[in-house]
C-alpha cells in the first residue's frame, strides 16, 4: 500500500522545481573609524551615527595628551547616547564603540 501511494507520489512530481531567490538588501551600514581628539568632535561623532554609521572612536592619544579632557568627552558621549538611545562600549585596546539604535554591542 505504500509503495502504491510512493509510486503516484513519483510520478506526478517528475518535472523540476525551481526555488525562490532570496534577494539580498539593498542597504548597507557604514563603519567609521574616528579620532576623538575633545569635546568638540562630540557633536561630529553625533552627526555619524544618527546617519546610521557605526563608530570605532580611537582615544589612546587623548587618554595620553589630557586624562581630563578624556573622561569630560567621554562622560558628554555617554549622556548623549543615553538621549538618543545609542549604545557605547569601551574596548582594552583604546577604542570606543558607538552604535545606532538598530545595533547593539554583544557584551560578554
Known amino acids: 500500500m505504500i509503495k502504491k501511494f510512493l509510486r503516484k507520489l513519483v510520478a ?3 518535472g523540476p522545481v525551481e526555488l525562490p531567490v532570496a ?3 539593498t542597504e548597507r551600514v557604514t563603519v567609521r573609524v574616528e579620532n576623538l581628539g575633545g569635546i568638540g568632535d562630540i557633536d561630529r561623532v553625533v552627526k555619524f551615527v544618527r546617519e546610521g554609521s557605526i563608530l570605532f572612536l580611537k582615544t589612546r592619544e587623548l587618554q595620553k595628551k589630557d586624562l581630563a579632557q578624556f573622561q569630560t568627552s567621554v562622560q ?11 549604545d557605547i562600549a569601551g ?3 583604546g577604542y570606543l564603540v558607538v552604535t545606532p539604535k538598530f545595533a547593539q554591542i554583544a557584551r560578554s
Open 12 to 14: 506526478e512530481d517528475e
Open 23 to 25: 534577494e539580498e538588501p
Open 76 to 86: 558628554k558621549l555617554k549622556r548623549t547616547c543615553s538621549n538618543f538611545g545609542f
Open 91 to 93: 574596548t582594552e585596546e
